[in-house]
């Protein structure tokens, strides 16, 4: 029986991880198995041990794409919460952990859905889901159809725009504005308590000391 071949020792996961780097800081454009073999130190061939050609991984791209953009927007979504702020809180965990969403490969991919209307399929596809377990949140605290659709929209897209125009702020100025954006998305002044463990958790996850005053 053969072998996978040993120059440069490469794994499906080298592959892949190469393929979405290049996708965020290249394009699409030069997601080529020659140039990546060429980094990972491998023969252009190994690359068929993991893939069957450049389409499938392409679609191993989109679906670790929407394992790690969509599933944990639909699963915080989803989270049972005793008040509409606090599940608004649990599905900002997805914006200040870039281990829940990663806004570079999120931007990365729609920049090449906008060339392939394929890619574009399933990114409105993923869109659709996100804004559908957003919906549904809002509707089981009480909001009527027209209300939870809007509320779930305006979040969404508030984020998803911040990421699509790069803009960058201090994670201690978003905290700052934590209930201002509670209170602008759900009509409801949240709690002190709710905040509080908010920021107990976004300290946590971003490594930032406890700010003082």
């Known amino acids: 029986m053969d072998e996978a071949p040993t120059q440069g020792r490469s794994t499906r996961e080298d592959w892949l991880a190469l393929a979405l780097e290049t996708l965020i800081r290249d394009g699409i454009d ?3 198995i020659q140039i990546m073999a060429r980094q990972l130190n491998v023969s252009r061939s190994s690359f068929y041990w993991f ?3 450049s389409r499938d991984l392409y679609d191993q791209m989109l679906d670790t794409w929407l394992t790690k953009n969509t599933g944990p927007i639909i699963q915080r979504a989803l989270r049972p919460a005793p008040t509409i702020t606090q599940a608004i809180l649990n599905v900002f965990e997805c914006w200040v952990d870039e281990e829940l969403f990663d806004p570079r490969l999120d931007v990365a991919v729609r920049l090449w859905a906008r060339r392939t209307p ?7 596809s993923a869109d659709q889901q996100r804004l559908d377990a957003l919906t549904g949140m809002f509707s089981r605290y009480g909001y009527a159809d027209v209300d939870a659709l809007v509320r779930a929209r305006v979040l969404y897209f508030t984020q998803i725009g911040q990421y699509t125009l790069d803009v960058r702020e201090d994670i201690a100025v978003r905290l700052s504005r ?3 954006f509670l209170v602008a998305f759900s009509g409801q002044e949240p709690s002190a308590a709710e905040l509080e463990q ?7 996850m971003t490594g930032m000391s406890r700010r003082r005053g």
Do not use: G, H
């Open 198 to 204: 908010f920021e107990r958790l976004v300290l946590r």
């Open 51 to 53: 893939f069957k050609d």
């Open 118 to 124: 394929a890619v574009l399929k399933v990114v409105e």
């Open 178 to 180: 934590t209930r201002a």
């Open 30 to 32: 030069r997601v080529k």
